[in-house]
C-alpha cells in the first residue's frame, strides 16, 4: 500500500514529468514526418523585435531536421543571431548571406552544416549585412537577389526558414519574394498586434507586384504564459481572425529556450525533454502535417485575401487599445 503510494508520488515529481517528456520528444523525432513535394520556402518575418522570430526560426528548423527533413536556415538578420543559435561563427571574415546579396556569391559557397543536428545546414550573417540595406538600392533586380540565389541552389532540400531583421526594408523584401510562406511570430503580450497590418499590407504588396505565390501560412503564438490573462485574450483574439493560420501548438515561455543561444544551441539539442523542445517540435509537426492536408499552391490561392479583414482588426484592436 505505501510502496504503490510512493510510487504514485514519485510519478508526479518534476523530474519523473521531464524524464517522461523527454522519451516522448525522443520518440516522436524519430518518427519521421513527410517530406514536401517542393522545398517549402518559409519566410519568418514580424517587423517587431523580440517577438520570437530567431527562436522560432532555430528550433522549428531544428525540430523539422529531427524529424529526418533536409532543412537550410538562411540568417539574414545583421545580428546574426540565428547563426549563434546554431553554433556558426559568423565573424565578419566568414563567408556569409552579405556575398550572395550584395557580391552575387552562389548560396553552395557559404552554406554550412550545423555541428549536433543531421540535416541542417545554415547560411550565416555577419556584420556587414548591416550595410547590405543600403548598398542594395544601386544595385540590379535588388528585391529579387536571395531569390535568384536560392532558385541556383542545386541541393535538395525540404525546407528553408528565413530568419528576417525587425524591419520591412530590403533585406525583408527580397525574403519575401523568395518565400512562397510566411510565417508571423505573435508574441502574447499588449502591444503583440500593434504593426501587424503594416506587415500584411507588405505581404500583400509583395505579392501583387513581386510574387503571386506569396501569402500568410502560419501563424505562432509565442512566449505564451498561461498564468496570465492578457496571455489568453491575446491568443484568443488572434485565433478569432486568424483562425486558419494559427497553429495549436502555442510557444510557452521558457527559461531554457533562453538560455540554448548562449551554449550555440537550439533548445532541442539542450533540453531535450523540456516543455519548450516538445512544443517547437510540436509545432514543427503542425507545419509539416498541415501542408500536407492543405496542399501548399491550394492554400496559395485560397488565402490571398488575408490581409485585408486582418487589417481592419488590427485598426480595431488598436483603437480599442487607446481607450
Ligand atoms: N518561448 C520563449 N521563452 C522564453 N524566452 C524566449 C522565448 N522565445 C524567445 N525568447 C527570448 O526572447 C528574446 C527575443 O527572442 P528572439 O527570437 O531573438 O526575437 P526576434 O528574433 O523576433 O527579435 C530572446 O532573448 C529569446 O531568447
Ligand atoms: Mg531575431
Redesign the pocket.
Known sequence: MQDSETIDQLADTPIARAAQAAVQAIGRAGEGLPRPAATRVIVVA?Q??????????VNLAAALAMHGLRVLVVDL?P?G??STALGIDHHAEVPSIYDVLVEGKPLADVVQPVVDVEGLFCVPATIDLAGAEIELVSLVAREGRLQRAIAAYEQPLDYILI?CP?SLGLLTVNALVAGQEVLI?I?CEYYALEGLGQLLRNVELVRAHLNPTLHVSTILL???DARTRLAAQVAEEVRTHFAQEVLQTA???????????SYGQTVLTYDPGST?AL?YLEAARELALRAQVAGTGAVGQQRSGVAAPAAQMVQHSTTEGNR
Open positions: 514580424n517587431k523585435g523580440g517577438v520570437g522570430k530567431t527562436t522560432t526560426t538578420d545580428q543571431n540565428a530568419d525587425p511570430p508574441q509565442t512566449m505564451y510557444i510557452p515561455r521558457s527559461v531554457r529556450i533562453s538560455e540554448a543561444p519548450g512544443s
